[in-house]
């Protein structure tokens, strides 16, 4: 007889809500590929070294409720005052309809990164729009779809004036009033680089003929607004780049440093409706000239026409580039901050220009009347030219305020003993502001203040120029408008709402409710990064925990959670490698062994932190060529840095050799670096710590449920072993990081850490056992996957025991020449069925990459099975002569509803079989917005702006 407290258990247990398969569907799936049980198919599919003896040290599963509770005392151990430190961050009122339809809704955060453009059109129109306004306010004309965050724009900007001078000027100068933590990340970038970092007082920012370029901030950290104009002509004259590092709503009244002669302008769009989140996620921008275009970083949205002669936007130039040139890629970044550069757009259109000015405006006045008031009081303005920042000289020191902040709640930021720094924001009211007239002992009386002339913008840096003139961002102010606007935009786009998005190294996996819930708290989301630390300890006790499970699966030391992207964890593990060698006094260890499979971003981060790439083989069979590894760390021992893996493989293969390769490595002086974009196949089941990797980055946004939000964000912390752990990454304003510590590698301390909460709700609801089976499932689907569709299409790569990892990769080469299809013309197809295409020409051309993950039911697996399997008899017929090689189903893939319903119709098969290829597909079609997209004309006409209206008529 059970228990009470077996009885009384939760019912809203996690584990069975993540897990799509039931335990009967788990038997055929299993009878199907011919496997006894769970536990003998990992069996034939992991090597028997590296399998794990124990469990992880989780805990148990738990209830969704009692594991929101949990977090949320957590979370409410975080003292959330009214803060204005400013620094690059502020408050921001989320607009409700931005909230709701955006923010929290997964028709937008589950979407993929818009490869495949004819279903990714809603987004890709959000991009532009953010693009265009960004572009708009900085007076330059071309902007990438989001960076990072502030201090990493920078960085890729110093990096960007040195390729544009071709690597002959190795000097980069800094103005010493720009944020301390973009200055820090930049030192850390320029380390690897070779670049040498100058920083100095603003009046003697110079450069000479070793410059390749400059950074000034404008307004500076401190708030002042000092003409950008003489540095930038002087660097110029000079032969250098300017970068200028700005704020998007300070530009809406100033001069905007395009039209100052910048070449490059940087900066955060945070304070367009996106909460601090204690330090992310947040999208960076990136805006520069039409010389430059090639070299501009990250992702770019341009216009283009599909088949029919229609507007069509596509990823321009940049897409997955890393992939082509690996390492000469122009950067290693593949996750940007797609969902909060939607946000910030959304944010300018709902807004407009005069609703941006009128904000702008506002929060200027807000810190006049503050100047007045406590000039009055006695304290001293620094500067009269000022937008929202003040620099107070604080009479009696600011000792003499420590009583009244804490009785008030206000932080301010605390430059020395003498000055603090005071930034306003949208969301100051009047009764903020009389708390900070009271901190420093002036009156409350707004209306008796003098404010005018308090503090000003220059004349001569007044802006002047008209901004965000196109329609987009003047008819939507209404909010029933916008709401329809967004919803016509979601519309466009596939995501994990519609259907399974299976694609190879991604993981595309259930983002539950549960899980996202925390984000928006505003325990978590109003807590500014640079807080005092003692106001934070919510978040310290959640890092702490995740610190310690995330450590438990990988089997390291220690964790850094700052890395706020997977090729992000990439550089840091690098960085990390790097200090090690260095510190033990073997500077020359500048080799990194690369396998020819491994993602592009592997090369892209090793040159990025200093290091020769040296490719290995792999063999016929998609493993690493275990000899040739041999002879190139022999032939490079004395240089030898490390080695890049992803385990299982990039081909979705368990290699044997594994623990081989890590020790002929360190047989050789080296490190193993491992990729973990395939962790999904290693939870519960085996531990880079325990076959041989020194260090290793775990994709959050995979692996973890951060959902992919149509290309970012997400988090890449690294775990490392106890030799590594002193260099883990540190921070010049919150200390992070050992007693060796590199540089930042990102702005903020602990990351994107607001969305953190998401991968600590999914790791404590599932428990060690849950987490164990999700990966027993993910290697089950895969294979049960494999098996279906290997009857009719090649599987190209197997294990020793003919099994698949999580990830199978199937082979569409031998379709070029039997019917003149390929790879592309499948992906195309496979829109018309409702799915998104699984990972294309990589790491293999003319293949498709298939991950089907542990969180989709069997009857999903089976509809996208029976996709691909129609697909092939559609392929068979034009083999057969049957349907002609440029006039089939596939070839004029996908099909829009304005095609299948128009007046004539031409095509030897039928509008059915173009629409409908299956009956379930018409219980809930999903039509592609546009025909297929022209890539090589949207390259060769290089629009990354809104165009006027009639282009969309």
């Known amino acids: 007889m059970a228990t009470p407290s077996e009885l009384l258990r939760p019912t809203d247990t996690f584990v069975r809500r993540h897990l799509g398969a039931s335990q009967s569907e788990v038997l055929a799936m299993l009878e199907t590929i011919g496997a006894a049980s769970l536990d003998a198919l990992v069996a034939q599919t992991v090597p028997d070294a590296i399998r794990m003896d124990g469990a992880l040290d989780i805990g148990p599963q738990r209830g969704e409720a009692e594991t929101l509770a949990d977090l949320h005392a957590m979370a409410r151990l975080n003292e959330v005052r009214r803060s204005y430190i400013g620094m690059g961050y502020t408050g921001t009122i989320t607009p409700g309809v931005i909230l709701r339809n955006i923010l929290q809704n997964p028709g937008w955060y589950t979407a993929y990164t818009p490869y495949q453009a004819e279903i990714s059109q809603g987004r890709l129109e959000a991009l532009l729009n953010f693009q265009t306004m960004v572009a708009d306010l900085t007076g330059l004309p071309l902007c990438n779809a989001s960076l990072l965050d502030e201090a990493t724009a920078a960085a890729e900007a110093m990096a960007m004036t040195h390729r544009a001078l071709r690597g002959r000027r190795n000097r980069f100068v800094v103005s010493d009033d720009c944020h301390p933590q973009t200055i820090a990340v930049i030192q850390t970038r320029a380390e690897g680089l070779g670049i040498d970092v100058a920083v100095v007082p603003r009046d003697a920012v110079a450069a000479d003929e070793d410059t390749c370029g400059v950074l000034l901030q404008y307004p500076n950290t401190y708030g002042v607004v000092q003409d950008p104009t003489p540095a930038i002509e002087a660097a110029h004259a000079a032969g250098a780049q300017a970068v200028v590092a700005t704020d998007l709503l300070a530009v809406t009244l100033l001069r905007p440093p395009g039209e100052c002669g910048a070449d490059v302008v940087v900066g955060s769009s945070q304070r367009f409706g996106v909460p601090m989140g204690y330090g992310g996620p947040h999208a960076a921008f990136m805006t520069t000239t039409e010389a430059h275009k090639r070299h501009l970083p990250g992702r770019v949205i341009g216009v283009s026409k599909d088949v029919h002669g229609h507007t069509a936007l596509r990823m321009a130039m940049q897409t997955r580039e890393q992939h082509i040139r690996r390492e000469r890629a122009t950067s290693n970044i593949c996750t940007a901050q797609v969902l909060l550069a939607v946000i910030a757009g959304a944010y300018g259109v709902y807004h407009g220009p005069a609703g941006l000015t009128d904000i702008a405006t506002r929060v200027h006045t807000a810190a006049a009347v503050l100047a007045a008031g406590v000039r009055a009081a006695g304290h001293t303005v620094e500067s009269a030219a000022a937008f929202d920042t003040l620099t107070i000289a604080v009479q009696g020191g600011v000792a003499s305020l420590r009583e009244r902040l804490d009785h008030e709640g206000v932080n301010l930021r605390l430059i020395d003993d003498a000055r603090v720094g005071v930034t306003l924001d949208e969301t100051v009211t009047t009764d903020d502001l009389r708390a900070l007239l009271r901190v420093f002992g002036a009156s409350e009386d707004l209306d008796a203040v003098a404010y005018e002339g308090a503090i000003s913008i220059p004349e001569g840096l007044r802006r002047s120029s008209e901004f965000m003139t196109h329609p987009v961002f003047n008819r939507h102010h209404g909010e029933h408008e916008m709401l329809r606007y967004l919803k016509r935009l979601e519309n466009k786009d596939i995501s994990l709402t519609h259907s399974m998005i299976a694609l190879g190294s991604c993981t595309m996996k259930l983002n539950a409710t549960s899980e996202m819930e925390p984000v928006t708290w505003p325990e978590f989301g109003s807590l500014h990064p640079f807080a005092p630390v003692e106001q934070a300890q919510g978040y310290a006790a959640m890092f702490e925990r995740l610190e310690a499970w995330l450590a438990n699966i990988t089997g390291f030391a220690a964790v850094s959670l700052q890395p706020n992207a997977g090729a992000q964890g990439e550089y840091a593990g690098l960085m990390v490698i790097r200090a090690y060698h260095r510190a033990r006094g073997e500077q020359g260890r500048n080799v990194c062994l690369i396998p020819v499979s491994a993602h592009g971003t592997n090369p892209a981060s090793a040159v990025m932190a200093g290091m020769k790439v040296v490719v290995v083989a792999c063999d016929d069979a998609g493993n690493i060529d275990v000899d040739d590894l041999r002879a190139k760390a022999a032939k490079h021992a004395d240089e030898l840095a490390a080695v890049m893996v992803t385990y299982p493989s990039t081909h979705g293969v368990f290699e044997t050799s594994i623990k081989e390769i890590t020790q002929i490595v360190h047989d050789h002086g080296g490190q193993v670096y491992l990729d973990g974009a395939n962790m999904n196949a290693q939870v519960g089941v085996c531990r880079p710590g325990d076959y041989g990797a020194d260090v290793c980055h775990l994709n959050l946004h995979k692996t973890f449920c951060i959902p992919h939000g149509g290309g970012g964000p997400g988090m890449g912390p690294i775990g490392v072993g106890s030799?590594?752990?002193?260099?883990?990454?540190?921070?010049?304003?919150?200390?992070?990081?050992?007693?060796?510590?590199?540089?930042?590698?990102?702005?903020?301390?602990?990351?994107?850490?607001?969305?953190?909460?998401?991968?600590?709700?999914?790791?404590?609801?599932?428990?060690?056992?849950?987490?164990?089976?999700?990966?027993?499932?993910?290697?089950?689907?895969?294979?049960?996957?494999?098996?279906?569709?290997?009857?009719?299409?090649?599987?190209?790569?197997?294990?020793?025991?003919?099994?698949?990892?999580?990830?199978?990769?199937?082979?569409?080469?031998?379709?070029?020449?039997?019917?003149?299809?390929?790879?592309?013309?499948?992906?195309?197809?496979?829109?018309?069925?409702?799915?998104?295409?699984?990972?294309?020409?990589?790491?293999?051309?003319?293949?498709?990459?298939?991950?089907?993950?542990?969180?989709?039911?069997?009857?999903?697996?089976?509809?996208?099975?029976?996709?691909?399997?129609?697909?092939?008899?559609?392929?068979?017929?034009?083999?057969?002569?049957?349907?002609?090689?440029?006039?089939?189903?596939?070839?004029?893939?996908?099909?829009?509803?304005?095609?299948?319903?128009?007046?004539?119709?031409?095509?030897?098969?039928?509008?059915?079989?173009?629409?409908?290829?299956?009956?379930?597909?018409?219980?809930?079609?999903?039509?592609?917005?546009?025909?297929?997209v022209d890539n090589a004309f949207g390259d060769r006409h290089l629009i990354c702006s809104c165009p006027p209206l009639d282009a969309y008529v």
């Open 723 to 932: 030799h590594l752990a002193p260099f883990l990454p540190g921070h010049p304003v919150i200390s992070t990081g050992g007693e060796q510590a590199i540089g930042p590698i990102s702005a903020a301390p602990f990351g994107s850490a607001s969305i953190l909460p998401i991968s600590w709700m999914y790791i404590a609801m599932m428990g060690s056992d849950g987490l164990r089976e999700a990966t027993r499932h993910a290697v089950l689907y895969a294979n049960y996957m494999a098996k279906r569709i290997g009857e009719h299409y090649p599987v190209l790569y197997r294990g020793e025991n003919g099994r698949v990892a999580h990830e199978f990769i199937v082979d569409l080469r031998p379709f070029k020449a039997s019917a003149g299809i390929e790879a592309e013309d499948v992906a195309k197809r496979l829109m018309d069925y409702g799915f998104h295409a699984p990972t294309m020409s990589f790491p293999v051309a003319g293949t498709l990459m298939i991950e089907p993950t542990e969180s989709e039911s069997k009857e999903e697996l089976d509809r996208f099975c029976d996709a691909m399997i129609a697909i092939r008899k559609e392929i068979a017929a034009v083999e057969a002569g049957d349907l002609p090689r440029d006039d089939n189903p596939l070839k004029n893939a996908p099909h829009t509803a304005a095609v299948v319903t128009a007046d004539t119709w031409t095509h030897p098969y039928t509008r059915e079989q173009a629409a409908f290829g299956l009956p379930w597909v018409r219980d809930a079609k999903i039509w592609p917005a546009v025909g297929r």
